[in-house]
Nanobody, 119 residues
Framework: QLVESGGGLVQAGGSLRLTCAAS???????????LSWYRQAPGKEREFVAA???????SHADSVKGRFNISRDKYKTTVYLQMNSLQPEDTGVYYC????????????WGQGTQVTVST
């Protein structure tokens, strides 16, 4: 299970920090490899934002590079998305996704958290 938190309403130029906590049996938690953030703006398809592998590698979409930063706790069960210099085009529902070892698709998705950036 993935539970996101930290969304809200912020003015352009502001910051928010999203949190995604993974829960489950110790066995299932140990099999989580990549934790990622996706977002979906109204009327648009879901798009990749950032990813963090179990080994520590990170990647960010070009649209958020230099403004957003993904990080993960030392226990590998919680992932964060620090969002700075937010713009109205960052508005959308942000989803956390988890991929388990050996899988190419994401196995689990959170319920999403709304981020709204006003002008």
């Amino acid at each position: 299970q993935l539970v996101e938190s930290g969304g809200g309403l912020v003015q352009a130029g502001g910051s928010l920090r999203l949190t995604c906590a993974a829960s489950g049996t110790p066995q299932s938690i140990s099999r989580v490899s990549t934790l990622s953030w996706y977002r979906q703006a109204p009327g648009k398809e879901r798009e990749f934002v950032a990813a963090h592998t179990r080994g520590g590698a990170t990647s960010h979409a070009d649209s958020v590079k230099g403004r957003f930063n993904i990080s993960r706790d030392k226990y590998k069960t919680t992932v964060y998305l620090q969002m700075n210099s937010l713009q109205p085009e960052d508005t959308g529902v942000y989803y956390c996704a988890a991929r388990t070892l050996g899988k190419t698709d994401y196995d689990y998705w959170g319920q999403g958290t709304q981020v709204t950036v006003s002008t």
